[in-house]
């Protein structure tokens, strides 16, 4: 392995502090000139000492006092420095040194090589940036939960070394062209999401700066509602029926409930009697309509999960959907749970109004005060004023 000391580093420092001296060697006994490169040379050594790109910079201005050879020559001789200076610490893009040396070209032609390496750099990253072709692939499905967290894997191939910026905000580099990373993020409400994964390219000076968009395999956002509706089919699928006894049969009873081991003995209809079950079915109002879809998706989740955990302990709920046209009932039992809940999103509306304006909304809604009922659901600023005494408010 080289000694560190033969290294690209001091080789351009130990240049940068000794071009003042062959300036200074070329323009005396000519005034300006060698003043110039004396003061450079100064500066050099001292205030210059932690900055690279202004410093060669002055190097150029110096140089410019010389006769036009050997300014001419100088020029191109300083070309290295100012690239090495540039990937130290530039803050310009590749128009702002392309300004400056246009500039200093028309003041000075023999300053013209400094604007050709310029120029000649930016065109160069600029085409083999523009030929890259990143690619993202990632699940070939990615499906997600509205409110839920997700975390996936996406594998980046950017066909140069670049920073990546995720969905999620967070920036990764790509040094070798490709980066596999996890993303984790969230989505508020339900839908298609394609969101653009960006790739910007910067050549080693920082001059050049280059951005793709690459399009993100689609992120299925499925609303809370059915995650809700989903966990609620599994909550009454696995209610345990405990039978206390049994009671002889009525008309309307549910032939579901009937105790065929108990008939099979006293030869007549009977009904069985189950352990911890309402007598009556749950009442629950639910008001169907928010000022945004993300409202409305809580509501519905809520009412969901409230009628899955009612029907797990009788056999049918009472749902009053208040919506802005009236209300409606729907009877909820256990094998029509689903299509109940689906009835009610088929009733549900979206305001699209600013939540800190729902209150003054409200009075513009019909009056359509909800029959009594155990449990009233709807979006906090419209639910409030129709709690009564008695019932459970779940204000979303």
Sequence with gaps: MPSGRWSLQPVYEAARRAAPLAYLAIAWPEFPAAAAAVLLLALENTLLRRFHTPAVLLHYAVASLLPPPQAFALAVALIP????????????????????FTAAALLKPQLLPALVYTLAEAAWYLA?????????????KIDAVAGAPLSYRLKIATGAPAVVRLPDGREVEALDGEVEVEVKTRFDAAGLYTPEVQVVYANPTRTVRFRKAVRH????????????????????????????????????????????KKMAKIQKPVVKLLEGRAAGGLKIAVLLYATSPK??????????SATATALARSDRVEIYAVTRRGGEKIAAERRTYREAVERLVS?????????AAALDYADA????????????IGEAAFVKPLCRRGAICLAI
Excluded: F, M, Q
């Design 81 to 100: 420095l100012l690239h090495w200076a540039k990937v130290a610490d530039n803050y310009l893009s590749w128009r702002g040194h392309a300004v400056i």
């Design 347 to 355: 009733l549900a509306e979206v305001l699209h109004v600013e939540a």
């Design 295 to 304: 409202a409305l998706d809580r509501v519905l989740e809520a009412t969901a």
């Design 128 to 140: 083999k940036y523009a030929k890259t072709r990143p690619r993202v692939e990632g699940p070939p």
């Design 217 to 260: 395999p689609p992120i299925y956002v499925a609303p809370r509602y059915r995650r809700a509706v989903e966990l609620g089919e599994k909550i009454i699928a696995g209610a345990v029926e405990e039978v206390a006894g049994a009671r002889e049969y009525v008309p309307g009873d549910p032939l579901r409930r009937l105790h065929w």
């Design 365 to 376: 809604l019909p009056k359509a005060d909800p029959p009594p009922a155990d449990v009233v």
